[in-house]
Structures are given as C-alpha cells and as structure tokens.
C-alpha cells in the first residue's frame, strides 16, 4: 500500500501558502498543485478574449467558450515546478500580474469553470502524493484529505509580503494598490456562494504572522511527518 497522502493548503492571499507547499513538496517528493493558477490562467484567457474588463463581465459567452479551454500542470525543467498551462502554453508571469489579480475572484465565483478546475483537480489527486493550496481544497476539492491545513495572518503583513514579492519585477507598483486588492479578493472570496473560503472544521489553523518560512516549513512538517509514517 503507497503511504501517500493529499495535504490540503487553504487561506487567503499572501500567507505563505504556495511558499510553504512548493518547499514541503519538494522535501517529500509530493507534486505541488497550485489551484490558484488555474483561476488565473482563466482570468488571463477571459481578459484575452475580452469578456472581462474592470466595468463589463460577460459571464455567458465565457461559459460558453469552456470546451475551448483546456487547463493542465506541466513540469517546467528549469525550476523543477509544476506549472499550469493554459491550452498547451504557460503564461506563467502574465497571470501574476494585478489585472489579472483584480478580476479573479470574479471569474472564480463562476460555477460552471469551478467545476471544472475541480475535475482537473481530482484527477491530479488520483495517486495522492499531492499537496493543493487553494480557497476550498479541504472543503470542496478534497474533503477527505488526510491533512489539512487553513493559513491565517493579518492583511497588512499579507499586503507587504506580495507588495515585495510583485516589487520586484514592477517598480511602479504601490503598497496601496496591493493592500486595496487582497481587500477585495478577501471578501470576494469568503462572500461569494459556491465554494466560498473559510476553514474546514478539521483543518490545523496555523496563523504565520510571526513566523519564518524556515520555521513554517518545520511546524507544518511537524504534523505531515507523524501520518506519513503512520501510513506506512
Ligand atoms: O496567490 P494568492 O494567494 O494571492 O491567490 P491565488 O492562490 O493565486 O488565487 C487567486 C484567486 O483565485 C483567489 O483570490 C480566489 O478568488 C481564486 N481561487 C479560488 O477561488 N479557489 C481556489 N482553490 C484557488 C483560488
């Protein structure tokens, strides 16, 4: 019997999810599904095909154009990272970018693509061996995850955390706008009526305020170790 379990992230934006899951992945030779980037990559193709913009959402002709778009994780060599792609090609810096940020948590309330992304999702899950950050991976893609994590820290340490990290290859960004942002999203996100963030009564809630990575990666290990070996 394979020992392999499904750890499941959730939180809002900016704890330290993908940070946190794409270093344990490594260390437990896990594939690292981030969920997020498949609600992006959508954002990406519906601003591409104009049917979002900041003040008109066509929300039918983009459930229409579904079997048009074709969402999978691919290796990518140089970092050794799983990353989505979208109908065959990884627009991997695009879909970081604010536009995007600002208008997907409004795609993802569509039911019709969440479905969808967990079709995909489930089937990435077949041989466990997986760890998924998300919104609704412990409550909704994977109920029955044998660990589940939920991240919590306060917005203005999130808003600097991803103010650096987008900093970095846009210095015209601002504090303002990013704190402005991940607002909007935290509300979109925990506000909307399919698959809405919040906790799943079984998941460990780990707050990462004050906290490093280095010693995140050993907290949460601390309860992956111990059902690994259980499992075994
Ligand atoms: O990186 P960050 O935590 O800011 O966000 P993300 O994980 O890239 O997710 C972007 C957005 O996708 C979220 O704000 C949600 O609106 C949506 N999302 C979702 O609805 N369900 C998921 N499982 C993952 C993301």
């Not at 967990?118 to 029955?144: A, C, E, S, W, Y």
């Not at 935290?186 to 909307?192: H, L, M, P, S, V």
């Amino acid at each position: 019997m394979s020992n392999k379990i499904i750890i499941a992230i959730d939180g809002t934006s900016s704890t330290g999810k993908s940070s946190l899951a794409k270093r344990i992945s490594k260390k437990l030779n896990y594939l690292y599904i981030d969920s997020g980037a498949m609600y992006r990559a959508l954002t990406y193709y519906a601003i591409q095909k104009n049917f979002i913009s900041k003040n008109h959402f066509d929300k039918t002709k983009l459930i229409n154009d579904i079997p048009n778009i074709y969402i999978d994780f691919k290796n990518n060599p140089i970092n050794n990272n799983f990353e989505v792609h979208l109908n065959g090609i990884s627009y991997e810096k695009n879909i970081r970018s604010l536009d995007v940020s600002n208008l997907v948590s409004e795609i993802a309330t569509v039911n019709e693509l969440r479905q969808q992304m967990v079709r995909v999702q489930h089937t990435l899950g077949l041989n466990k061996g997986v760890i998924m950050d998300g919104r609704d991976i412990g409550t909704v893609v994977f109920p029955k995850a044998e660990l589940k994590f939920f991240l919590e820290a306060t917005m203005e340490l999130r808003a600097k955390r991803r103010f650096d990290e987008l900093f970095l290859n846009d210095k015209n960004i601002t504090y303002s706008e990013v704190l402005k942002n991940i607002k909007l999203r935290d509300n979109q996100d925990a506000n909307r009526k399919h698959s809405p963030l919040k906790k799943a009564e079984d998941a460990l809630l780990i707050n990462t305020d004050n906290l490093t990575l280095d010693e995140l990666e050993l907290k949460l290990l601390s309860y992956i170790n111990p059902i690994i070996t259980k499992n075994l």
